[in-house]
């Protein structure tokens, strides 16, 4: 089989999308900010891989992201200009950092009370040493 490629239909397609797009404000690995004009009603359409991680605001208001095709971010932009915000934050991670702290907080005492402790076995012996020995 053999395909072709359209390309009227296509730069018909391309020029619509084009114009709605991002003016990105700040781009970095966990965010992404920036300003729509959305001619129509509809979805903005990312190719941010899916995860449960990502949260969509528009104009400040958490909005529910749709996955397209269960694989890309998605949410629902009205017609007009928008400010937009896409922040990531992997699931499990505020969990992590308290674990994590936590077991750093056992591990100084361990290590702040190991030595106290053969002390205090050490009085302790001598103590009961001494009572044995009356």
């Known amino acids: 089989t053999c395909a072709l490629l359209n390309e009227d239909l296509f730069k018909q397609g391309y020029d619509k999308l084009a114009q709605s797009t991002l003016k990105a404000s700040k781009v970095t690995d966990t965010a992404i900010e920036g300003e729509i004009t959305a001619q129509q009603d509809g979805l903005f359409y990312t190719s941010i891989s899916y995860s449960g991680g990502w949260k969509a605001y528009v104009d400040g208001v958490e909005t529910e992201i749709t996955p397209v095709g269960n694989a890309l971010v998605a949410f629902k932009v009205g017609a007009g200009t928008h400010d937009i915000k896409l922040h990531y934050m992997p699931e499990g ?42």
């Open 93 to 134: 991670f505020i969990p992590g950092v308290i674990c994590t702290l936590l077991a750093i907080l056992i591990f100084v005492g361990m290590i702040l009370l190991i030595p106290r402790k053969e002390k205090i076995l050490a009085k302790f012996g001598k103590k009961k040493a001494n009572a044995s020995s009356k």
